[in-house]
């Protein structure tokens, strides 16, 4: 059903011209994906979701993205992959200014797959 929605929610965006909110869409969809374990189709999302995002200069948008790919590179034990992309995503949002629950999550990524690399 979430699948479902934000494909609707993508379409209307496209058709908008939307950017941002098409970016992240297709980061959730990526994520229900990621939650289905149907990790080929969460890549190929995940991918899209971050061309665009640099292509249109949207960096928090692109740390989106890159925080649902940590999560994937985690679930496939790619710890250190995983960790870099957590960083980056992290730095992002601190370079932004960014203050949120979901940054405070982000944090928590990056500390939990630093224990993995070191």
Same mark, same amino acid.
Request: aromatic share 6%; no cysteine; glycine share 8%.
């Given at each position: 059903q979430a699948e479902r929605h934000l494909t609707a929610?993508? /379409?209307?965006?496209?058709?908008? *011209?939307e950017i941002e909110g098409l970016v992240s869409n297709v980061s959730d969809l990526a994520q229900? @994906?990621?939650?289905? *374990?149907?990790?080929t189709k969460?890549? @190929?999302?995940l991918g899209q979701s971050r061309r665009l995002a640099r292509k249109s200069?949207? @960096?928090?948008?692109?740390?989106? @993205?890159?925080?649902? /790919?940590?999560r994937l590179r985690e679930r496939e034990q790619r710890f250190q992959e995983a960790f870099t992309l957590a960083q980056q995503a992290y730095q992002i949002y601190?370079?932004? *200014?960014?203050?949120?629950?979901?940054?405070?999550?982000? *944090?928590q990524l990056r500390n939990r797959l630093q224990v993995h690399v070191q």
């Open positions: 929610a993508q /379409m209307i965006n496209q058709r908008l *011209g229900v @994906a990621l939650e289905q *374990g149907d990790f969460a890549e @190929a999302l200069e949207l @960096a928090e948008e692109e740390a989106y @993205a890159q925080v649902h /790919m940590a601190e370079r932004v *200014g960014l203050q949120s629950p979901f940054v405070h999550e982000v *944090g």
